[in-house]
Every structure is written in C-alpha cells, then in structure tokens.
C-alpha cells in the first residue's frame, strides 16, 4: 500500500484519487478552497466537476498543505497548469529529497515557456518529477470506463512505480523516458483542440477536423522534434491519442470553448460559460512563442492565437489557412521521377 496525496481537488485530481483508493492505497486530496473540502468531507462527490462519481469515504479531505504532501510516497500534482508553480511554491517547505511528484495537468508557462515538469523541479529541486498523461477524461476515469496512460519519468525505476501505484484492470499505465514529448504533446493538443472546436461552431463537418487534427499533430511533431523530444511519443497515446479525444469529446473543455468562439462569442464569453480553465487558452501563447524561438512553422497554432487575443473572425482565420501557399505534405519524401 503506497501513501498518496493529491494536490488538487477538481475533476481530474477526484477521479485519480479514486484510481487510487480502488487499489488500495491510502489517499489524501487537498485544496486551497474551504468550502471544496467541506463539500467532499460531507457528500465525498465533487457535485459542480465530477457529478455522479462517488468517492470512498476511506479517502481524506484537507485544507492543510502540510498534511497533503508530508510522509507520502507519492504525490500527484492536480491543479490546472497556471497555479502549478504558485502550488509548487506552497508544497516546497515540506518535500523530502526524491519526493516523487506527478504532474496530471497539461501547459506550458507562458512568461518563461517551461513544462510543468520543468517548473515542479525549478521550484523544488529535491523532487523527482514525473508526468502522467494520455487520452483521459476525468468524467470517464470516475466511472471506471477502460482508459490507457502513459507514465513518464527520468528514470525507468520512477516511471515503473507510477505504472504499478496506479494501474488496474480498467486504468492501463505505460512507460517512457520522454518526459518532454509527453508535456509537449498534452500541451499543445488543447490548442488544436480550440482550433477545431471553432470548426465545430462553424459547422464545418468532418473533413474540416479530420485535416486540423492530422496537421495539428504535424505541427505538434515538428515542434516536439525541434526542442529534442522523439517524434515517437507523438504518435503514440499522449499525442495523436490525447489529440483525438479532445478534438472530439463532449467532455473537452478545450473543444467546447472554441465551438463557442466559432458561434461569436469572445474568448472571455467562452471561457466563462465553460466555467472550467480551458488549458489550451494559457498554453496558445506560449506554443506561438516556442515555434518562433525554434524556428518551427505552426500556422494553425499562430491562427488560434489571433482568434484569441485579436479578435480575428474564426471564419477568417480557416479561410486563411485553406489559402496559404501550395505545399507538399511529406517533406522528407523524394519522387522517383
């Protein structure tokens, strides 16, 4: 039995921490929010994110950061991407050396363009970061619904770990040392997610999606190639895997707020009636800004941010996209004739 704290109490820290208690682990879930904790401590069911999902009143509920993380063999990092490095700050004080934390969460901080991983061991060195992550969403985690991760970590002993704490006959856990493709590939899918959203809200059809999701993931690999990571983990569950189901799914924060700006509502509208972070708006900028220092063309990712932040027509912005330059779609491919 491994002693697990979850930091982060929305939906998707909820549905992990019952991963984690139906295989028999002894769990403790934190917030910030007072009024969180005292809800699950009395209904152990998050009724605004994760409704229907019943937890075990076997798993703790606290306010208290201390007792969150101190003494557990594992903790899961669970807030949404723009309070990871606040979050972290807060756990620092009471991290053991090689303290494993798993960043769940998906972005990319836009001021110095880190990982979420990147910021958990800038902000305290004594961790051993890891990222769990794939095609998931937190509504069908928490009703057991067959889901496959994979578990990332800078060595093969951490990630195994993660892979045995968390995997059962519903929750499949793989393996892998890229640590960077992985965060890259969680992260900017919820861009192109926004993208074919807007689609969505245009009501456009499947052909438009079909061509944002095979040239976003393009532009996704050639980014991920660019700073490093190998192309493969792209073209596995925490890319091209994690891409589809948040281009398609109704549970996709991401796919909802830009099929609502695809209908005219501003970003702000979108993201107030989705009433969830929509990670893909924060990680757009930052996306834009890493194609630019990598020299790596990304139009789609360059049209979502103009949509966002300068009020350019989605309708507009596809047009563009369809009227760019004729090019060839397998650069490294050679003609016989």
Known sequence: MAKAGIIGAGSWGCALAGVLDTNGHQVTVWSVMEDEISMLKETHEHADKLPGVLLSEKISFTCDIKEAVSDM??????????????????????????????????????????????????????????????????????????????????????????????????????????????????????????????????????????????????????????????TETINGLTGIGDLIVTCASRHSRNRKAGMLIGRGYTMQQAMDEVKMVVEGVYSAKAAAALGKKYGVSMPIIEQVNRVLFDDKPAKDAVRELMQRDKKTEHTTLEWEN
């Open 73 to 230: 063999d594992l903790l899961v990092l669970a807030v949404p991407s723009v309070y990871t490095r606040s979050t972290a700050k807060q756990m620092a004080p009471y991290i053991r050396q090689n303290q494993i934390i798993v960043s769940v969460a998906k972005g990319i901080e836009e001021e110095s363009l880190l990982t979420l991983c990147e910021i958990i061991e800038e902000e305290i060195p004594a961790a051993d970061a890891a990222v769990l992550c794939g095609p998931s969403h937190a509504e069908e985690v928490g009703r057991r619904l067959p889901t496959a991760l994979v578990a990332g970590a800078r060595t093969k002993k951490t990630a195994e770990y993660i892979q045995k704490v968390f995997m059962n006959d519903v929750f499949r856990v793989y393996t892998s040392p890229d640590v960077l493709g992985m965060e890259l590939g969680g992260a900017l899918k919820n861009v192109i997610a926004l993208a074919a959203g807007m689609a969505d809200g245009l009501e456009y059809g499947d052909n438009t999606k079909a061509a944002l999701i095979t040239r976003g993931i393009t532009e996704i690999a050639r980014l991920a190639a660019a700073m490093g990571a190998n």
